[in-house]
C-alpha cells in the first residue's frame, strides 16, 4: 500500500473530534477505498486541554494553525472553524497559496468567498472539498457535480436547514406556536442560543448559494439569493396549509431559466413554501435534510438523510479525503473558471408563482370586496378564498390563494391591503412551490 | 481545452441512442465539467439501415463491434448491447485486456463475471465504469463507493425494478391482480413480452449483488443472492397488507452482520416484503427506484428517482464517461482485489425476521387449533391472527403474523401447515421488513 495522506485538523469541535473518531474507528476501510492510509498527524484547536474523549497523543500539536498550510510534513488540511472570516478564512487561502490540498465543512466561507477562493485553488493547483458544506452527510455536492454531470439542471431545491424543519414538523404535530416550539428546540440542543443564523434563513441561504453555484456551472454568487425565514409562520397557517392540502417547509430553490416567457438568468431564494402534501420534500419531517434536483436527462431525483451532526458531517469530511488521497480532482464549481457560465442572477421582484396570503380583518360588511377590489386592480387573480369564523365586529382570519402571478403585484397589492382600515396586522405571504 | 475523448458506442438501442443524444444536446456542459470534450467517433450496431431519428453521419461505423476494444483511435468503450454473455462479455473482457476504459450499463454481466471483471481491469490498469447498472440515473454506485466512502455500511436496501413496483403499486391503487395489471403492463410498455427476467426478482439481484459488493468491498456474489419474485402476490395479501399499516414492496436487501447474535457474514436477498407505510420505502410507487443505506458515521441516506429509461440511463453512462475523462478513478469493487473483504455469505436458511403467513383454510372447528400447533410445536411466537368473513364448510383466508424467528423454522412450519387437510391452497409467506 501507499504511503499515508498525511491530514492537519483545524479546530476540535463537533466535527473535527468526528473526523478524527471515524478514521480511528474505521481507519481500514477508509485505507482500502482510499488506496492508502489516511493519517491525522496534527491537529490545531483553541484550548490545549479540554477532555474531548479521544486521546491526541501521538499528534502534533500547534497552538496556530497557520503553521498546518506551511508544514511540509502535512499533505492536506481541513478546516472546521467555521466562520466566513478570521482565522478559518486566513488558513484555507494561505494553505490553497502554498498549493496544499482544503478540506472543510464551511459553508458560509465558500457561500461568501467561494468566488476567489476557486480561483486561488486554481491558480495554485490546490483542490477544495467541501461536500460537509451541505446537507451533511448526504454527498449531495458529488452527486450534482459528479453524478449528474451529464445532465442540464433546471432546478435544485431543498429542505437545508434541520433546526427549521424541526421547528416546523413539531408545530404542525402538536399544534403549537413558533416561539414556544423555538425554545424547546433550544433546551433540547437542536437550536442555538442566538437561533437566528438559522431562523431568519442564513444558514439555508449559504448552502443554496454553494448548490446553485454546482448547479449551474457558476461562480457562487451568495449576495444574490433573497432570503426569508420562518419567525413570521404561525400555527393558523400551519393549520389553514394543512386545509388546503400542503405542508409549510422551509425551502431553499434555484432555478435556471431559459429564457422563455421569463428572462433568461438564475433565481435562488430561501423562504417558507405552501408545498403539496404529496411532494418528496412536504413528507420530509424533522431534522432530516432533502435536496430534489431535476436535470433534462435524468429527470428528478431526491437525496435524504441527516443534514447535521457529528457523524453525518465527519462522512462528508472523510469522502473528500479519500477523493484526495485517490486523486479524484473536481474544480471547485465543477469546472475551471473560465469554463463557467456567466449567466446572470433574476431579482425577486421577477419571481412569479402562485401565493397564499393570510389577512387579519374586522369582520364587516365590505371588507372582501376591498380587499378583492385591490388584488383585481393590480391584475391579481384568485384561485380561491377561505374565511373561519363569524364574529361580527371582531378580527377573523381570511385565506386568499392566488393563480400565477408575479412578485412585484403581489406586493403592491399586499401593501395597500395592509393599509386598509380593517385589516389589522401585517398580512402574511407564503409562496406555492411544487416542493 | 484539452484534446477530446474519444467513444466508440457498442449498441444503438434506448440507451446508445440515449448517449448520442445527450452527448449532442448538452456537448458544451459536459466539456466543461469534463475538462475536455467528449466525442462519439465510432459507433457498432447489428442493423445499419434503421432510422434512429439522429444523424450518425460522420462517425465511423464497424459491422464487428469488437474492432472497437482494439482501434487506436478510440480512448474508451461504451457498452451497451446487454447481456452477461456473447458479445457483449467478449467486447468488455476484450477492451480492458487492451488497456482500454469501459463504461456499461450491463448490470447482468457485472453481477455474474463481475469478480473477473475486475481483476482484468485491475492487472492492464483499465478502468471500468458501470453507474448505469444500477437504479439508472441514480448515482448510486458513486455515493457508495465514494460518497459514503468514510462508513461501514450496515445494510443497503432498495426498490431496484420498476416493473415489479410499477405492478405493485397498480394492484394496491385499483385493487386488481397479478396477472391482470402484467397484461397492461405489457401492453403499456413497461413489462417486457417475457416478464420473468423482472417478475421473477433476476434483475433487482443483478443490481441487488453489485451494490452489495460495493457497500461492503468485496467481489461480486450474485450466485449468492437469494431470489424471490413477486408472481404469487394476490389481490387479497395487499389488501391484508393496508389493514396491517404495511405496503408490499419488492426489495433487494443487503446486510452485513457482525457477528454479534448472527453468525459473521453477508446476506443478500431480494423477495416480496412487507414494509410499514410511513418507511421511506413504502411511499415509492411507480417506476422509481429507491434505494437506502445505513452508514455507522452517516446514518441513513435515502435516493430516490428514475431507474431506468434513455435518458436515465445516458445520465448514468455519460457521469461515467465525465470521471474518465477527468481522470478520477476508482477500482470495480471500491478498493484493489488485494484489498477486499473476504467475509463470507450467509444463506437463507439463516434468516431471521417476522412473518406474514396467509393461508386458506376450511372454515370448520379446530382448523386454527391444528394450525397454531404446529407453529407451537416449532417455537414459532405469534403476534396476530386476522381471520376474515364466515363460511362454515368453505374456504376463508387466515393470516398470522409471527414475532422474531428463524427461516428454517418458518419453513419447516408452512410446509406442515400445508400438508392439513384443512388447509386448501400453497400458503403464502412474506417476510416483514423495516424497510
Redesign the interface.
Known amino acids: 500500500?501507499n504511503r499515508p495522506l498525511s491530514v492537519g485538523i483545524a479546530g476540535l469541535g463537533t466535527v473535527g473530534m468526528?473526523v478524527l473518531r471515524?478514521l480511528r474507528?474505521?481507519g481500514e476501510?477508509?485505507?482500502?477505498?482510499?488506496?492508502r492510509p489516511i493519517a491525522v498527524t496534527a491537529v490545531s484547536a483553541r484550548t490545549r486541554a479540554r477532555d474531548r474523549g479521544i486521546t491526541l497523543s501521538g499528534l502534533h500539536w500547534f497552538d496556530d494553525p497557520m503553521v498546518l498550510a506551511s508544514d511540509p510534513a502535512i499533505d492536506a488540511v481541513v478546516e472546521v472553524i467555521g466562520g466566513a472570516e478570521g482565522v478559518a478564512r486566513a488558513l484555507v487561502e494561505a494553505a490553497l497559496a502554498a498549493g496544499k490540498p482544503v478540506v472543510t465543512a464551511n459553508k458560509a466561507l465558500l457561500a461568501v468567498h467561494g468566488a476567489e477562493l476557486a480561483t486561488l485553488a486554481e491558480r495554485h493547483g490546490a483542490s477544495l472539498g467541501f461536500?460537509a458544506a451541505v446537507a451533511g452527510?448526504?454527498?449531495v455536492i458529488?452527486?450534482l457535480?459528479?453524478?449528474?454531470?451529464?445532465?442540464?439542471i433546471a432546478r435544485v431545491a431543498g429542505i437545508l436547514n434541520g433546526t427549521c424543519n424541526y421547528i416546523l414538523s413539531m408545530m404542525r404535530a402538536e399544534g403549537r406556536e413558533f416561539a414556544d416550539v423555538l425554545a424547546e428546540a433550544q433546551r433540547l440542543g437542536y437550536a442555538e442560543a442566538d437561533p437566528s443564523f438559522d431562523i431568519d434563513g442564513i444558514d439555508a441561504a449559504h448552502k443554496l448559494a454553494i448548490l446553485a453555484a454546482i448547479a449551474f456551472?457558476r461562480p457562487v454568487a451568495f449576495a444574490d439569493v433573497y432570503v426569508e425565514g420562518i419567525r413570521r409562520i404561525s400555527a393558523l397557517d400551519i393549520i389553514f396549509a394543512g386545509e388546503l392540502g400542503y405542508r409549510i417547509k422551509l425551502l431553499g430553490i434555484a432555478r435556471q431559466s431559459d429564457g422563455g416567457v421569463a428572462l433568461p438568468g438564475i433565481s435562488a431564494r430561501v423562504h417558507p413554501c405552501m408545498v403539496p402534501a404529496s411532494a418528496?420534500l412536504a413528507?420530509v419531517d424533522g431534522v432530516t435534510n432533502a435536496i430534489v434536483a431535476e436535470?433534462?436527462?435524468?429527470?428528478?431525483?431526491?437525496?435524504?438523510?441527516?443534514g447535521a451532526?457529528a457523524?453525518?458531517t465527519?462522512?462528508?469530511?472523510?469522502?473528500d479525503l479519500?477523493?484526495l488521497a485517490?486523486?479524484?480532482?473536481?474544480?471547485v464549481w465543477?469546472?475551471?473558471a473560465a469554463?463557467?457560465s456567466p449567466s446572470t442572477s433574476l431579482p425577486m421582484q421577477m419571481h412569479s408563482g402562485c401565493y397564499y396570503l393570510r389577512l387579519m380583518v374586522v369582520d364587516q360588511p365590505g371588507v372582501i370586496a376591498d380587499v378583492t377590489a385591490v388584488l383585481r386592480d393590480l391584475g391579481v387573480s384568485l384561485e380561491s378564498m377561505l374565511q373561519r369564523g363569524r364574529a361580527p365586529g371582531e378580527a377573523v382570519p381570511v385565506v386568499l390563494v392566488t393563480h400565477e402571478t408575479g412578485e412585484a403585484a403581489v406586493r403592491t397589492a399586499l401593501a395597500r391591503i395592509a393599509a386598509l382600515d380593517a385589516v389589522l396586522e401585517e398580512p402574511t405571504l407564503i409562496r406555492i412551490e411544487p416542493g
Open positions: 500500500m468526528g471515524l474507528d474505521n476501510i477508509v485505507a482500502a477505498r482510499a488506496g461536500e452527510g448526504l454527498p458529488k452527486a457535480r459528479e453524478g449528474l454531470a451529464g445532465n442540464r456551472g418528496p413528507r436535470g433534462d436527462f435524468v429527470g428528478r431525483v431526491v437525496l435524504e438523510g441527516p451532526g457523524g453525518p465527519a462522512s462528508a469530511v472523510v469522502a479519500v477523493d485517490r486523486g479524484r480532482l473536481t474544480p465543477g469546472a475551471l469554463e463557467l
